[in-house]
């Protein structure tokens, strides 16, 4: 039998007969690659024909420990990972190339080291030479890490049969290569090969493998997406060219809670934990100004507080310019519409720019209410008092919606020295000490009363 070369769409995953530029299934262009067929034909029998072992079946009450976990001395990165390292667990971690996950790593392996789980370094992208340079401007050049330099993957797995050890970092899989498999390094199948190879070892052996990937153009690891859900845990490494801060942010985590994130700040000496983020986000404030206003958000378990920033002035285009650093386009456009529908503030002819101070980026609707006050207080070239704290979502109606964790955001402005804050009325009665609440139930009401406006 012929084999049939299969090609898939590495954004959906759809297969064809036929190479094409454009995938019929999601649309997208130049998405479409090769891969190797499946192995099929004489030897394997049908499912049906040929009886396999039965499996062993248990209750979903059987008694099972939680996961043993192994913590380094970077609480932020034990803190991502949802309380340390757990054994036989695949954890991927994807940056912007030179966004430093090669240092955070290196750090987390000689924390993890000295603390006597047996640790292999191996880089398929640097010289052996070269990371022992980076260990030693980091202070770490005595750390027992093991450290090699490959790219094969029979190579790989030969000496992780012999060594066993707890933790392997794999830097990165991109660049990994099996011998199995016909095509590029970096290539989908490829990925897609050695990723399994190596997930398959750690549930094997109960070695914890972390795993290096690169990050398309469009953010996403490069590969197929099937890598992400070949593994327990995915972490990504974000920042702001720039920008001296960067954020460890769990997308998944089969082990403890998503969407946590641990904040680092890159210094001429490696990554050092930011152990309160807030105030390193608010640090620039000056005084209060038309357009700043402070947003008391959730990042995971934690609370987190930012300065939004907004301008509007006259366009001289015939379309005026919206421009968003840091938050969703399309819910500022919300924003912007229920503004002009519900409250009568027109936007028409102005252009908006809006932006996150210190380059992180917000993903909660809860940031709406104070995208609004800053949108306004610059509209209006009026400030809010510099001391008041802002939070709500604002529903297309104009009402105001209550968020979570109201308590945990009003504390964490109280303890920044916040007097005020702004939130929907609503939700569960709120008892906050030493912040004076004013709440509102609709959009329109709030800006009146705070602008005089609408
Ligand atoms: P790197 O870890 O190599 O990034 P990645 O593996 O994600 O590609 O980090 C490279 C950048 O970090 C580089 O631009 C230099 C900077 N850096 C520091 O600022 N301080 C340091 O101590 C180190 C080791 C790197
Ligand atoms: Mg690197």
Known sequence: MAKMNRYVCTECSASFAKWSGQCDACGAWNAIVEEAPLSTGPGKAALGAKRGSALSLSDLSTEEAPP?????????????????LVPASATLVGGDPGIGKSTLLLQAAASFASRGLKT???????????IRMRAARLGLADAPVKLATATSMRDIVTTLEAENPGLVIIDSIQTMWADTVDSAPGSVSQVRATCHELTTFAKRKGTSVVLVGHVTKEGQIAGPRVVEHMVDTVLYFEGERGHQFRILRSVKNRFGPADEIGVFEMT?????????????????????????????????????????QALVAPTPHSQPRRAVVGWDSARLAMVLAVLEARCGIPFAGLDVYLNVAGGIKITEPAADLAVAAALL??????????DTAVFGEIGLSGALRPVSQTENRLKEAQKLGFTQAIVPKGGKPISAAGIGVQTFGDLSQCVGDLFGAG
């Open 377 to 386: 207080s610059a509209r209006e070239d009026t400030s809010l008092a510099k």
């Open 120 to 130: 292999l370094y191996i880089s398929g992208e640097e010289a052996s030479a070269q």
């Open 268 to 308: 001429g000496q490696g990554l050092s934990e930011v152990s309160n983020p807030s105030e390193l986000f608010l640090a620039g404030r000056g005084s209060s100004s038309p357009g700043s206003v402070v947003f008391a958000g959730i990042e995971g378990t934690r609370p987190l507080l930012v300065e939004l």
């Open 68 to 84: 043993p976990r192994t913590a380094c001395a970077i609480e932020e990165f034990n803190r991502v990972l949802g309380g340390g």
